[in-house]
């Protein structure tokens, strides 16, 4: 898929709200971006590792992100903010395409996904408090079904729907593949 081809599709099909956890205790606000980035002629998604030594979600793949801080304008400014403090990807290097409807979380996030485009390569740098590794997954990988699995778990009486991909030695869950999952379904 080619840049114009995302970006097309990302606009033309629009989603609805994920009623599916419907936490109803008070959520924190966060935002994540999606930032998508041209290898070898082919899109790539972003992600980091956590370090081993966070006490939250520690050695977890996720996007570049976190919480909303309140001299932050807007969930699209939290992103740009994260990215840059997480592995030095300037907002200035970003083209906001747009943002997904909103991600609950059974930690207490209310997470909003950011979509962006890369502009120009850039150096990461990592921020080894927060980020371990960075590395980037082929959308044309993450896009084939048989590579993203859900199962059913059962929590205080509702059942709620995990999803998991595994790309490489990385084990991609949670929050973070609920939303490529999304982001396939809705480019297909």
Not at 85 to 103: H, K, W
Not at 121 to 139: A, C, K, S
Request: proline share 6%.
């Amino acid at each position: 898929m080619q840049l114009t081809d995302f970006k097309t599709r990302y606009s033309l099909l629009q989603l609805p709200s994920d009623p599916s956890l419907n936490i109803s205790s008070p959520l924190r606000q966060a935002a994540v971006l999606i930032a998508l980035t041209k290898f070898d002629g082919e899109i790539h998604i972003l992600l980091t590792k956590r370090p081993n030594h966070l006490r939250s979600h520690p050695g977890q793949i996720s996007f570049p992100g976190g919480k909303f801080e309140q001299d932050d304008k807007s969930l699209v400014e939290t992103a740009l903010r994260e990215a840059d403090e997480e592995i030095a990807l300037s907002p200035d290097n970003v083209e906001v395409i747009g943002q997904y409807p909103v991600q609950q979380t059974f930690t207490g996030f209310e997470i909003t996904p950011v979509i962006g485009l890369i502009k120009e390569q850039f150096n990461p740098i990592l921020d080894p408090g927060e980020v371990e590794e960075l590395f980037t997954v082929p959308l044309s990988f993450l896009i084939q079904n048989k590579h993203r699995q859900k199962h059913v778990y059962h929590r205080h009486g509702k059942r709620h729907c995990v999803y998991f991909i595994r790309y490489r030695e990385h084990l991609i869950w949670g929050a973070t593949a609920a939303i490529l999952n999304r982001l396939c379904i809705h480019l297909q």
